[in-house]
């Protein structure tokens, strides 16, 4: 079984750079697994959809939310102006370092995405993981890397950060209100789609 993400080095899609005001967070994308997801980034990146917007919701040892023009987590669009389908593969997980879509449910991709950030795997996790679809690899590279395995076959996966990580826990470091909302600035400068 080829899991892109635990095989970076013989991936070749598109590169999505992320400059925010912390850094920049590089990131592999994987369009032959999640080809709408995908192609809704890129263009979206392209017309600078994402240029100058926060990440409004950052929960530390969680994920790192963006991908909201309206900054409030209830909006944004995607290029066909409706929700589209929810992607799953599987060999893409919410490894820590994956980028995947926010939704409101099933099928109600828009605009919004967010980071993994977690970095441990908590061990009551792991027998509900191998009862369920998880191979011992997945369980092995969980226990390794950290993640949120109860996100997988929820949110899509689409990407996986390749250099940058230091920037995305510097950012969920950063200080929240009690909506997890970030106090000061966070901010997404702009995204460079690199083929």
């Known amino acids: 079984m080829n899991y892109p993400q635990l095989n970076l080095d013989k ?17 592999r994308l994987f369009p032959e697994q999640a080809p709408m997801a995908v192609e809704n980034f890129i263009k979206l990146s392209e017309v600078g959809y994402y240029d100058g917007i926060c ?18 987590g209830a909006g944004g669009e995607s290029i066909w102006n409706q929700p589209f389908d929810d992607e799953f593969s599987e060999y893409l997980y919410n490894f820590r370092g994956a980028l995947s879509m926010a939704n409101a449910g099933p099928n109600t991709n828009g605009s919004q995405f967010f980071i993994v950030q977690n970095n441990h795997l908590e061990d009551n996790l792991i027998d509900p993981m191998k009862k369920s679809k998880f191979s011992e690899k997945v369980i092995n590279a969980y226990r390794e890397y950290g993640g949120a395995p109860w ?3 929820r949110h ?7 250099k940058g990580m230091d920037v995305v826990d510097q950012i969920a470091n950063a200080k929240v209100d009690n909506s997890d909302r970030p106090l000061g600035n966070v901010t997404i400068n702009k995204i460079e789609i690199l083929k």
């Open 11 to 27: 991936e070749n899609g598109p590169l999505a750079l992320i400059k925010t005001n912390y850094g920049d967070i590089e990131i």
């Open 55 to 72: 990440f409004h919701r950052i929960i530390k040892d969680f994920m790192i939310q963006s991908g909201d023009p309206t900054d409030t």
């Open 151 to 153: 996100l997988d076959f």
């Open 156 to 162: 899509t996966v689409f990407g996986q950060t390749i």
